[in-house]
């Protein structure tokens, strides 16, 4: 583990922070360099079909258009579909832009104006005219779920749902305490604050540099090498900053695809940004509905779980997320049926969007265990601790720490549960309803495969670079944290390089993993160039630190000291001057590296609780959430200020999950028709009161070397259903479609 921890485990601030706050981070859209061209995308008008005609005539006359593309004069590119898929890629062929005159989405780019500016490149792509042979579309999933299916093929890292244990249907059958119902969570779309764009710069001679709105610039190049023909050194891709992620940038997304091509066939530099309307025509959480049984004894311990849900995902891909296996993981059951499938829609293909699938199917579980607790009459706590999980009986194996009894036990105390009336409407205060719900979270813990650079130069000053993004988590900041206490510096002396595919080799950011996976390479790093400098510095004449050997010393204030005997010491620049001028360590971690991770005989994950207040005016129906205290067990805790930032974030996200965020959809032109910020509705300032967090103490030496499990996703677990289940508590009204609206609300009041 790391030694002197000066660093870790304090509320540091960002290192970045000032950079953005002063407007000097760079976004993809805002690189400057001579001779850009603007893109500007022309999308379809109808949901499904073909192009029997496309007129750019007047397009092409506006002065400054350079070039219009379709896919007529499209310049070729991979013709077989997998040279488009990515590691992160659902089974099935790939969206390729301008590929065919085939519609197969409304909003699908099919015509790209390039111009000497943006407004010339917006005004031209309004002159465009398309002339459609319409097809019969589908984009309602109520009408489409008969012609459901059990995906044929899983996507890569996602687990299917386990067999069935015992038999579900009859312990059901048999319980003394059953409910059953359908939950259903509404189509959602990431709405970063930083569009997708790509800014694409002709460096001649085939060579480009790419400015990639990203959440992997490794991921980008190698796309973009494949699709194009290109070598990998001839492609950079850099993103420093990115301005909101959520896992909309996992995948290349289509703006890549046609600013490269684009600067191919110009031999110029390009740049394409969608609009905020645009960014409804690609990623967004499928819209899924869950069938969720529960049967239990007398004494409310489950005898049956049956999870069946269905998502949406588009004709071309079978987009899969992990959303049925949580109610196998959070409760034991002897008797168990986890069963998930698709139904294909005309739109575009889903997206991993802030845990996906786990804020699906546990909003569906932790509202059926709300549901179970009043038939059973037990307060929701007391069921889940009646119904505590010690090991994951999913694939039955041991965790490799698991303090949510202590997220419960905390989170109550803090939230004032014991307070609770457990009636349905009983706590008011004026005309208002008070409600207070709770729930549990639970998310992967993982760890990849990851390297990073660690270089001290002779000013005692440390560079560490990896290839990681930072999406807004934090990850400059920790990684600067962890660096500067592995060689006993202070963190103004360590510079952090990220976000660039020249830099030492890391996977996509996203699933929570990047803290434990960036920060455990940048601590093996670390360690080696510890271990090098240790040695130079035994071989100076004279030294104070002659045949000592790495655990005999320590770092700390700049210098190497004996730990028995301070006064005995060297300082780095002595160390690094014996060593020739500057010292280098490039190093990897990962499950299989470091001999630390078990993955194969433990399971590990993140849990939490979270407890919510609501409020809401029982004549209007207006609903706020007035508290929410979130407690989370995540093993270290790197930097208690951002992981802070990290949670409270989540909950917000849930609580527009809960509350306002639903794509909607004209199922007869098959066009969404909010697709505005105008009309699609994300949490403002007015709408967030009270957020507290809590980190609960939870050691874990097996998940990762630095003992870090992750954050970015747990936030967002669970606190749907515990605002769902305080709107029950306050008005009796059990509301089980997201979002909860007034009409919602209004129809079945106490």
């Known amino acids: 583990m790391l030694k002197n921890d000066t660093h870790i485990g304090s509320p540091r601030s960002r290192v970045d922070g000032p950079a953005k706050v002063t407007g000097k981070a760079t976004y993809a859209a805002e690189f400057a360099t001579p001779d850009l061209a603007h893109a500007y995308i022309v999308g379809s008008s109808v949901a499904r079909g073909k192009i029997t005609g496309i007129d750019v005539a007047a397009a092409g006359a506006v002065p400054g258009v350079i070039k219009i593309f379709t896919h007529e004069n499209r310049p070729r590119t991979a013709w077989f579909s997998f040279r488009h898929k990515t590691?992160?890629?659902?089974?099935?062929?790939?969206?390729?832009?301008?590929?065919?005159?085939?519609?197969?989405?409304?909003?699908?780019?099919?015509?790209?104006?390039?111009?000497?500016?943006?407004?010339?490149?917006?005004?031209?792509?309004?002159?465009?005219?398309?002339?459609?042979?319409?097809?019969?579309?589908?984009?309602?999933?109520?009408?489409?779920?008969?012609?459901?299916?059990?995906?044929?093929?899983?996507?890569?890292?996602?687990?299917?749902?386990?067999?069935?244990?015992?038999?579900?249907?009859?312990?059901?059958?048999?319980?003394a305490v059953r409910v059953s119902a359908e939950y259903t969570i509404a189509t959602e779309h990431h709405n970063p604050m930083e569009p997708h764009a790509t800014t694409v710069i002709w460096e001649g001679g085939g060579k480009l540099t790419v400015h990639d709105k990203t959440q992997g610039v490794q991921s980008s190049q190698a796309y973009v090498a494949r699709v194009f023909g290109l070598s990998s050194d001839d492609v950079r891709v850099i993103s420093p900053?990115?301005?909101?992620?959520?896992?909309?940038?996992?995948?290349?997304?289509?703006?890549?695809?046609?600013?490269?091509?684009?600067?191919?066939?110009?031999?110029?530099?390009?740049?394409?940004?969608?609009?905020?309307?645009?960014?409804?025509?690609?990623?967004?959480?499928?819209?899924?509905?869950?069938?969720?049984?529960?049967?239990?004894?007398?004494?409310?311990?489950?005898?049956?779980?049956?999870?069946?849900?269905?998502?949406?995902?588009?004709?071309f891909e079978d987009h899969q997320e992990v959303v049925v296996n949580w109610s196998g993981l959070l409760y034991p059951a002897e008797n168990v049926d986890l069963r998930y499938e698709l139904a294909k829609l005309d739109t575009a293909s889903p997206g991993d969007m802030r845990a996906p699938g786990a804020p699906l199917g546990v909003f569906a579980l932790e509202s059926a265990m709300d549901e179970l607790a009043i038939a059973a009459g037990i307060d929701p706590i007391e069921l889940r601790l009646r119904n505590y999980a010690e090991r994951d009986e999913n694939d039955d194996k041991p965790f490799t720490s698991k303090a949510l009894r202590a997220c419960y036990s905390e989170g109550a105390e803090r939230f004032g549960w014991?307070?609770?009336?457990?009636?349905?409407?009983?706590?008011?205060?004026?005309?208002?309803?008070?409600?207070?719900?709770?729930?549990?979270?639970?998310?992967?813990?993982?760890?990849?495969?990851?390297?990073?650079?660690?270089?001290?130069?002779?000013?005692?000053?440390?560079?560490?670079?990896?290839?990681?993004?930072?999406?807004?988590?934090?990850?400059?900041?920790?990684?600067?944290?962890?660096a500067a206490d592995a060689l006993g510096l202070a963190m103004d002396d360590v510079t952090v390089a990220l976000g660039d595919s020249s830099l030492p080799t890391s996977p996509v950011q996203g699933g929570s993993w990047t803290a434990a996976s960036a920060g455990s390479a940048v601590m093996a790093a670390c360690q080696s160039l510890r271990e090098t400098l240790v040695k130079h510095a035994g071989k100076i004449d004279g030294s104070p630190l002659v045949g000592a050997g790495i655990d005999d010393?320590?770092?700390?204030?700049?210098?190497?000291?004996?730990?028995?005997?301070?006064?005995?010491?060297?300082?780095?620049?002595?160390?690094?001057?014996?060593?020739?001028?500057?010292?280098?360590?490039?190093?990897?971690?990962?499950?299989?590296?470091?001999?630390?991770?078990?993955?194969?005989?433990?399971?590990?994950?993140?849990?939490?609780?979270?407890?919510?207040?609501?409020?809401?005016?029982?004549?209007?129906?207006?609903?706020?959430?007035?508290?929410?205290?979130?407690?989370?067990?995540?093993?270290?805790?790197?930097?208690?200020?951002?992981?802070?930032?990290?949670?409270?974030?989540?909950?917000?996200?849930?609580?527009?999950?809960?509350?306002?965020?639903?794509?909607?959809?004209?199922?007869?032109?098959?066009?969404?028709?909010?697709?505005?910020?105008?009309?699609?509705?994300?949490?403002?300032?007015?709408?967030?009161?009270?957020?507290?967090?809590?980190?609960?103490?939870?050691?874990?030496?097996?998940?990762?070397?630095?003992?870090?499990?992750?954050?970015?996703?747990?936030?967002?677990?669970?606190?749907?259903?515990?605002?769902?289940?305080?709107?029950?508590h306050a008005t009796g009204n059990r509301i089980r479609s997201l979002p909860i609206t007034i009409d919602k609300i209004l129809a079945d009041a106490v």
């Open 241 to 315: 900053y990115v301005g909101g992620g959520f896992g909309s940038g996992l995948r290349p997304q289509h703006q890549l695809f046609l600013a490269v091509m684009a600067s191919l066939a110009l031999e110029r530099s390009v740049r394409l940004e969608l609009t905020r309307q645009q960014m409804f025509t690609h990623v967004h959480r499928p819209e899924t509905i869950n069938v969720l049984s529960l049967g239990a004894d007398q004494d409310g311990k489950l005898t049956s779980i049956q999870h069946h849900a269905l998502a949406a995902t588009s004709r």
């Open 87 to 175: 590691i992160v890629g659902p089974p099935g062929r790939p969206f390729r832009p301008l590929y065919s005159d085939e519609i197969q989405y409304s909003g699908q780019p099919i015509v790209l104006v390039v111009a000497e500016s943006f407004d010339v490149a917006r005004h031209a792509a309004s002159l465009v005219k398309v002339a459609y042979e319409q097809h019969p579309h589908e984009t309602d999933l109520g009408r489409a779920r008969s012609d459901s299916y059990e995906p044929p093929r899983r996507r890569l890292g996602i687990a299917p749902p386990p067999k069935p244990r015992g038999d579900a249907a009859k312990a059901y059958d048999e319980a």
């Open 553 to 728: 010393v320590a770092f700390a204030g700049g210098r190497i000291m004996m730990r028995l005997d301070a006064s005995r010491s060297l300082s780095l620049a002595g160390a690094v001057a014996a060593a020739g001028g500057s010292v280098e360590a490039e190093e990897s971690a990962g499950p299989s590296l470091l001999g630390l991770m078990l993955p194969k005989s433990h399971s590990s994950y993140t849990h939490a609780a979270v407890f919510a207040e609501v409020r809401i005016d029982q004549d209007l129906g207006v609903l706020r959430v007035t508290r929410i205290v979130s407690a989370v067990a995540a093993g270290r805790i790197l930097n208690p200020k951002t992981a802070r930032s990290q949670i409270i974030g989540g909950v917000v996200w849930g609580i527009g999950m809960a509350l306002h965020e639903e794509t909607l959809t004209d199922h007869r032109l098959g066009r969404i028709m909010n697709h505005s910020f105008a009309e699609y509705h994300v949490p403002a300032n007015a709408d967030i009161d009270d957020i507290e967090v809590i980190f609960v103490e939870e050691h874990d030496d097996k998940t990762s070397p630095i003992g870090v499990k992750g954050l970015g996703e747990i936030g967002i677990v669970g606190t749907a259903a515990a605002i769902a289940n305080a709107v029950h």
């Open 418 to 482: 014991s307070r609770r009336d457990p009636k349905p409407g009983s706590m008011r205060e004026g005309r208002e309803l008070i409600g207070w719900g709770m729930a549990s979270g639970v998310w992967d813990a993982n760890m990849m495969k990851t390297s990073a650079r660690a270089v001290l130069g002779a000013d005692g000053k440390l560079a560490i670079s990896c290839a990681t993004s930072d999406i807004g988590t934090g990850t400059y900041t920790i990684l600067t944290q962890i």
